[in-house]
């Protein structure tokens, strides 16, 4: 097997927030084609880990490496998409529908002052019609439940053909069908397109039925490749904790299991 | 029914009248120059204003045309166009705003208040010691947009055209900006300069409305198009068209009343922007 372009490497990473270190000599890779889940208690440093890759936090110590660039040098911002956890609490009367939303994530810094071509519109409406949402195109956007908000701006992120895709919580509060198409779709995106994706997820099931990655943390990051012999348990309760229980079964994931 | 036919002429009869008097109006330089002058400035306000209304800083128009009449009183003192003077105070007056929030030395409305009264007091300052109120100055704190000269219609021209065509060719990144500020920086937008840019325009078109309606009411002309178009609850495209139909229709509207009633220009236009919003209010809650 050859070996996969790294997309993120991270080696002795530490963050400091408030004057504590929320991340710690943290190391991991991601290659590409990854669908990697980060997951861990709440205030464990996950969102933390994710704007770190973006290079949105300052960093005490360590190196981070995108695309095999560091990150300090790194300037195609294009490649990456980013759809934040407050993405979808937006002023509900804000003027825009559907679709005019998803066309500004063909708004770049590589097309200023550029006007939107119809062959930027025909990717618009591509990402929606992939995303499940093209009935909603004409719609304001303050209208939409949280699973259509959360699809609209999953929609905007892949306007611009990412080849990695950052999403921190995209389904806080959203029913268990919505989630699951929800993971579905990107799980579509990861093995049709090789689109590297990273998500925070509280929904360890989707974590470990759909994705070939999972980034465990508190503080410490703990990281392993899910195989069905993995020992999910063992590796979760290095975040959680001692008490933490999670039986995994394969048969569970009612055939979305990646290596069934 | 001899009364009715009577009322019927003095009706018919006072439309005549209306009629000859407006074209008779637009034969006047003064009156064309008021309608041009008016129309650029409605357009900017609309287009600027909207965003301003977004980004949740709609008391901004207040604190910088305060803060410009600082630098007007300079010009009229100094014998300098005071447009000029006035725009040099309001682009200051933006950036520092725009600094105190960003450095967190003060939340935007305390900014405001600060600028407000530092550009005010000075413009005070320079008043009293000049010794007293002129004409000229309480045409900048009311507005005269009838007595609008060559000079000042040619400085309104260029600073609107120049406004819109910023704004035309960066609109999307500044409704980017708006919308969040966060994703439009990691999509590579360069949102420090843009911001900057943003800035400048307002100052501009803060200092060009002033001579429409004054100081005082400057605030009501860049936000009542805007946040009556928002009434209606329409897509961006729609909303921002509404922007612009609306305040060139209160505009137009004003001047040519106030030139039909001889009143304040000034007061009618931001009176008639201010029905024009309560209609929208209803028609948003009632109409749909």
Redesign the interface.
Same mark, same amino acid.
Request: without cysteine; proline residues 4%.
């Given at each position: 097997m050859s070996e996969q372009e790294k997309i993120i490497e991270i080696r002795n990473l530490t963050v400091t927030r408030s004057n504590s270190k929320v991340i710690e000599s943290a190391n991991l890779t991601v290659e590409k084609a990854d669908y990697v889940g980060i997951c861990g208690p709440n205030g464990g440093g996950k969102t933390t880990l994710l704007l770190s890759m973006?290079g &949105?936090l300052p960093r005490q110590e360590g190196n981070i490496s995108l695309f095999g660039q560091d990150i300090d040098e790194f300037?195609d911002?294009?490649r990456?998409a980013?759809v934040?956890q407050n993405?979808i609490n937006?002023?509900l009367?804000?003027?825009?529908?559907v679709r005019?939303?998803v066309g500004?994530?063909k &708004?770049?810094?590589?097309n200023?002052?550029r006007r939107?071509k119809q062959e930027d519109w025909d990717k618009v409406d591509q990402s929606m019609e992939f995303m499940g949402i093209t009935p909603l195109a004409?719609r304001?956007i303050g209208q939409l439940s949280g699973g259509e908000k959360q699809r609209m701006f999953v929609a905007k992120a892949l306007v611009r053909n990412p080849e990695l895709v950052l999403l921190d919580e995209p389904l806080s509060g959203v029913d268990a069908e919505t989630t699951e198409q929800f993971y579905k779709l990107l799980s579509n995106l990861n093995l049709k397109n090789d689109t590297t994706i990273i998500v925070v997820s509280h929904d360890l099931t989707a974590v470990f039925c759909r994705m070939n990655k999972v980034i465990c943390v508190n503080r410490h990051v703990h990281s392993a490749t899910i195989t069905p012999d993995l020992d999910a348990e063992g590796l979760l309760k290095k975040a959680y904790g001692e008490h933490f229980h999670f039986a995994f079964h394969e048969h569970e994931c009612k055939g979305a299991f990646r290596n069934v | 029914m001899p009364s009715m036919s009577t009322s019927a002429k003095g009706l018919s009869g006072m439309s005549d009248f209306f009629i000859e008097e407006i074209i008779r109006l637009l034969g006047y330089q003064f009156f064309q120059y008021a309608l041009l002058g008016g129309a650029l400035v409605a357009l900017t306000c609309a287009v600027v204003g909207l965003l301003i209304v977004?980004r949740k800083e709609s008391m901004i128009g207040d604190s910088v045309a305060h803060t410009a009449f600082g630098g007007i009183a300079i010009g009229i003192l100094l014998g300098v166009e005071p447009i000029l003077t006035a725009l040099v105070f309001a682009v200051f007056s933006v950036l520092l705003i725009a600094y105190m929030r960003t450095r967190g030395l003060a939340h935007s409305d305390a900014a405001m208040a600060v600028m407000l009264a530092a550009g005010f007091s000075l413009g005070l300052i320079v008043v009293s010691a000049a010794g007293g109120f002129t004409v000229d100055l309480f045409s900048y704190l009311f507005g005269s947009i009838l007595t609008i000269d060559t000079t000042e219609l040619v400085i309104t021209a260029i600073l609107a055209i120049f406004s819109l065509a910023i704004m035309g060719?960066?609109y999307?990144?500044l409704?980017?900006i708006t919308?969040?500020e966060?994703?439009?920086r990691?999509?590579?937008?360069?949102v420090t300069a843009l911001s900057i840019a943003f800035n400048v325009l307002v100052a501009v078109t803060i200092v060009i409305s002033i001579k429409v309606v004054g100081i005082i009411l400057v605030a009501a002309l860049l936000v009542l198009p805007g946040l009556s178009?928002?009434q209606l609850?329409?897509?961006?495209?729609k909303?921002l068209l509404a922007s612009i139909f609306l305040a060139l229709l209160t505009t137009t509207l004003g001047i040519f009343i106030s030139a039909l009633f001889d009143v304040a220009a000034s007061g009618i236009i931001v009176f008639t922007a201010v029905g024009v919003f309560l209609l929208a209010v209803a028609y948003g809650r009632l109409g749909r």
């Open positions: 973006l &949105v300037r911002w294009n990456i980013f934040s993405a937006f002023d009367h804000f003027p825009m529908t005019e939303m500004l994530g &708004v770049s810094g590589r200023l002052g939107l004409d304001r | 977004l060719i960066f999307k990144e409704l980017s919308f969040d966060q994703a439009a990691l999509n590579g937008i360069p178009a928002l609850d329409q897509s961006f495209r909303t």
